[in-house]
């Protein structure tokens, strides 16, 4: 049932009355006699959260291997705890602040699940509850109570410990003592007093990831307390009834943390978060549907579809083969225990879990979508679940219920893999899937932030929004997974334009750019053109760059390149994670490069490139005029090099990876420096010599970059007004116009979201408008055509029209 004002009210007045949950372990849970009414649905709620830990005890070999996994890392925990002392693990020492007891509650959570999941290693040890009481207690009195200050990360004291300690409490059942309950409880009841507000700050509303949080939080701890006020408090969270709405999780908004109108998700204001917060969310979400499903308190019915729809709209673009993109992951990209495969595994057991209780069709969508990603995922397999070492309390790792859950799908039929150009100009986002391969881009404006780099994370993010170029192959699923972060050159990476110098310093607010221009248009399912007038952190080197996108390249032009430091100035073209001493072949016009590993080569006069199992790259400037330099090179780092987070750091372990980087050098104070060249994904050495001469750049300027495409197709960004062929536009924008089966049709966007209306004039007279968005206005169709196109409060989204003919020439 949907919850109004009136309906807390109501139900917080029972708060007293009724009474708490009592259950068996191996037993549906029960109100305890002599109840309040609520008290069936309380218990409800405590038994179905704890599946969520345990699972059911269905028995099959991929459960098996969940259950070892998770075995080897409990019998870790548990042999290295001593309860006898105040300080239960000899590496985490006790004491104020919020460093080390979020990963001391995170460590009995995990001996507890264990001890609490059938057939598990320490299931058989009946002294265990005894002692996980012991540690939950002494964890009470040195460290987190209701009198504990919040000293460090507010995050520790209000979500991440309070939910170790729910799951531990759910686990034991009636092995915890009502009074130990009570007692331990105290600290998540102060803590999260309030769903819709940050104890740590007052008066700070909680929005997306957080307050999904605080409401399962809320749900869960209200149901262990017996308070009927506290599980309404929680569900009415998540539409904010108390804001009236203002902070809703399922209201599409054009500003502040959450999903945007367009698909977008953000989080901390600036930082696109599709997938680590949003994550979170919907994955909060997914539990709270699941544990209220059949109760007196649920969320209703339009909400849940919200959030059933947004699977599809907001997360799905952005997976490939079973692992979440890396430009919408935000500083988690440096976390060990969240790779981009971790971040899509999550997704799914979120989906796994709201097709258990979503009515048809929905059900078997969202079960067609997660089978179609169970199966591509074959790098990292969902079901095949090892190495849980690594995860130290961050992201919830796959385990024997998520395992169990998959299994139990019906046989869905797979949702198909399609095609599509999807641009989500809300957080200066694109996906480019062509059912074989798939990219995006990583770039920052005026309103997107160039990376996130807080609490000792993401230490080598400096250039990760300053046009990274990434590229997705079904043959390299590991790329992004497999130790790339703490390896590569983050100097270099992909289609950045960057200094030789050492980088800027890491700032704690997430930076943004000076410049507006930034984002796209979408042409049709396979075509698409983005633009961004990028400047350095430091505001000494600047440029216009453009990426144009079709079913089987990216042609990548670069323009008014202009640097004083006196540093050289590059573009990486390529940097390529190979893997462990990988020997893929690179031609250079045909030719194999056989130049030692180490040796930096400079290339004159080359036309294309080859990368074995990656790409094929086609220089589209004259033979000569800029030399390419290849390097061949073996790295090695660590992930405590990239993410020295007290709760989240990676291990001091070397990874070496090997590399190859194809680099174009504009040199020492460049001025007006420019590049074009394409990259062919997943392309043959045969198709990528043939693929030069393809295409024609028509113009590569400070103030419009151009490209003629197959199909009679033209690519455009404008960095100021002005004209390319026979179009001409009055100001900024990003455009494609070109014969279709429609017609000659025109779409283009607005990049800085800055202007109000955009003229576009096109040569020649037409016949006919057969077709205009509503946001275009026909001026005139002679001697010119002429047509205003209203930009404003667009946000950055394609407009379209279509005549009967294109222009004659």
Not at 245 to 254: C, M, N, P, Q
Not at 320 to 348: C, K, N, W, Y
């Amino acid at each position: 049932m949907s919850l109004d004002r009136r309906d807390v009210l109501r139900l917080g007045a029972t708060a007293a009355t009724t009474a708490a949950v009592s259950f068996r372990l191996g037993e549906p849970a029960t109100a305890a006699p002599g109840g309040a009414s609520d008290a069936p649905d309380h218990a409800r709620i405590v038994a179905a959260y704890r599946v969520l830990q345990v699972g059911t005890g269905r028995v099959s070999p991929k459960r098996d291997r969940a259950l070892a996994a998770l075995d080897e890392v409990a019998l870790g925990y548990f042999s290295a705890m001593d309860v006898t002392r105040d300080q239960l693990w000899a590496d985490l020492p006790t004491g104020d602040g919020s460093t080390y007891f979020p990963t001391m509650y995170y460590r009995l959570r995990t001996i507890a699940v264990d001890w609490a999941t059938p057939g598990s290693a320490l299931s058989a040890r009946p002294e265990l509850p005894e002692r996980i009481v012991t540690a939950l207690n002494t964890l009470y009195r040195m460290q987190y109570n209701e009198h504990t200050a919040e000293t460090g990360n507010w995050y520790s004291y209000e979500i991440g410990v309070p939910y170790w300690l729910l799951q531990t409490v759910v686990v034991l059942g009636d092995r915890l003592p009502a009074a130990d309950r009570e007692r331990v409880l105290r600290p998540v009841l102060r803590f999260v007093a309030d769903p819709n507000r940050r104890t740590a700050t007052a008066g700070l509303v909680e929005t997306g990831a957080n307050r999904a949080d605080k409401a399962l939080i809320t749900v869960v701890s209200g149901a262990l307390a017996g308070d009927a006020g506290r599980v309404a408090a929680g569900l009415a969270a998540v539409t904010d009834v108390e804001g009236q709405g203002a902070a809703d999780l399922t209201r599409r908004s054009t500003e502040g943390d959450g999903y945007r109108t367009d698909g977008s998700f953000i989080q901390h204001e600036v930082v696109p978060y599709p997938g680590h917060y949003g994550l979170v969310l919907l994955s909060a979400i997914a539990a709270l549907t699941y544990v209220t499903a059949g109760t007196a308190s649920q969320l209703s019915i339009s909400a849940r579809e919200m959030f059933e729809r947004a699977v599809s709209d907001v997360y799905a673009p952005f997976l490939f083969a079973g692992s979440m993109m890396e430009p919408v992951r935000g500083r988690m990209l440096s976390r060990q225990g969240e790779t981009g495969h971790d971040a899509g595994h999550q997704l799914i057991a979120a989906v796994v879990l709201l097709a258990r209780t979503a009515a048809e069709p929905a059900g078997s969508r969202l079960a067609g979508l997660a089978a179609r990603w169970i199966s591509e995922g074959t790098w990292a397999p969902y079901l095949d679940v090892a190495d849980l070492v690594r995860f130290s309390g961050g992201l919830q790792p796959v385990g024997v219920p998520e395992v169990e859950f998959a299994e139990q799908l019906p046989a869905p039929r797979r949702a198909a893999t399609v095609c599509e150009h999807r641009v989500f100009p809300q957080m200066d986002r694109l996906v480019h899937s062509t059912g074989n391969w798939s990219a995006s881009l990583g770039v920052g404006s005026q309103r997107i932030c160039r990376y996130e780099s807080i609490n000792g994370m993401n230490l080598h993010g400096w250039y990760t929004g300053d046009g990274v170029l990434y590229t997705f192959l079904p043959g390299q699923q590991g790329h992004y997974s497999d130790a790339y972060w703490p390896t590569v050159d983050a100097t270099l990476l992909p289609g950045t334009t960057e200094r030789d110098a050492p980088p800027p310093p890491l700032l704690a607010d997430p930076p943004r750019t000076t410049t507006s221009y930034a984002g796209g248009v979408r042409f049709d399912a396979q075509h698409g053109a983005h633009g961004l007038d990028f400047v350095s952190q430091d505001g000494t080197l600047s440029a216009r760059k453009s990426w144009f996108f079709t079913p089987d390249a990216v042609i990548c032009l670069g323009a008014a390149i202009t640097d004083a430091s006196g540093a050289p100035v590059r573009t990486a073209i390529e940097n390529r994670n190979l893997g462990e001493g990988a020997a893929a072949r690179l031609l250079v016009d045909g030719r194999p490069d056989t130049s030692p590993l180490g040796t930096v080569r400079a290339v004159t006069g080359a036309r294309w490139l080859h990368l074995a199992g990656t790409a094929g790259y086609v220089l589209l400037d004259e033979p000569g005029r800029q030399a390419v330099t290849l390097v061949r090179e073996d790295r090695t780092g660590s992930w405590l090099g990239i993410d020295t987070g007290a709760n989240t750091h990676g291990t001091p372990t070397p990874c070496t990876r090997r590399y190859q980087k194809i680099v174009l050098d504009h040199g020492i104070r460049p001025a007006g420096a420019s590049y074009a060249y394409a990259v062919l994904p997943g392309a043959s050495a045969d198709r990528t010599r043939r693929a030069c001469g393809r295409w024609n750049v028509l113009a590569n300027t400070a103030w419009a970059q151009a490209v003629c495409l197959d199909g009679q197709l033209t690519a455009a960004t404008f960095f100021t007004a002005g004209a390319v062929e026979r179009v001409h536009v009055s100001g900024p924008a990003a455009t494609m116009w070109g014969r279709t089966t429609h017609g000659w049709t025109f779409a283009l966007s607005d990049p800085t979201q800055t202007q109000g209306t955009v003229r576009v004039t096109v040569d020649g007279a037409t016949h006919r408008v057969l077709h205009t968005d509503p946001t275009v206005t026909l001026v005139a169709t002679h001697p010119k055509l002429v047509v205003d196109i209203e930009v404003a409060g667009s946000l950055g989204a394609t407009h379209t029209f279509t005549t009967d003919r294109p222009a004659p020439p």
